[in-house]
């Protein structure tokens, strides 16, 4: 069955550096792209950036794209994303999402038939 695990989360201080890693299985990762999403306490779920099948990248913010890449290696069916200048404000769960759609312009923000577990990063001040 599809299975997403993320890891790679932890404690880190403010302007630090993380990467977090998604592995998937159960289906073929070269076909599908990946959505980074994040959540934190009493707050909705909120997009990261997503990876498409053929390497397009998208964030959902500028300031996102400004901190944050996504890259896949498909060889070892992972997907990165590494995050850069963190803040408190970046504290929270992170998980990855699929819906077995191939490119993000396909309503990525949307996605979510398939997730992992989560990783939990914490930003101290």
């Known amino acids: 069955q599809v299975q997403l695990v993320e890891s790679g989360g932890g404690l880190v201080q403010t302007g630090g550096s993380l990467r977090l890693s998604c592995v998937a299985s159960g289906f073929t990762l070269d076909y599908v792209g990946i959505g980074w999403f994040r959540q934190a306490p009493g707050k909705e779920r909120e997009g990261v950036a997503c990876?498409?099948?053929?390497?397009?990248?998208?964030h959902s913010s500028a300031a996102m794209a400004g901190r944050f890449s996504v890259s896949r290696d498909n060889a070892k069916k992972t997907i990165y994303l590494e995050m850069n200048s963190l803040e408190p404000e970046d504290t929270g769960e992170y998980y990855c999402?699929?819906?077995?759609?191939?490119?993000?312009?396909?309503?990525?923000?949307?996605?979510?038939?398939?997730r992992g577990q989560g990783t939990q990063v914490t930003v101290s001040s």
């Open positions: 999402v699929t819906n077995l759609r191939a490119r993000c312009e396909s309503g990525w923000l949307e996605w979510t038939r398939y």
């Open positions: 990876i498409g099948n053929n390497g397009a990248t998208t």
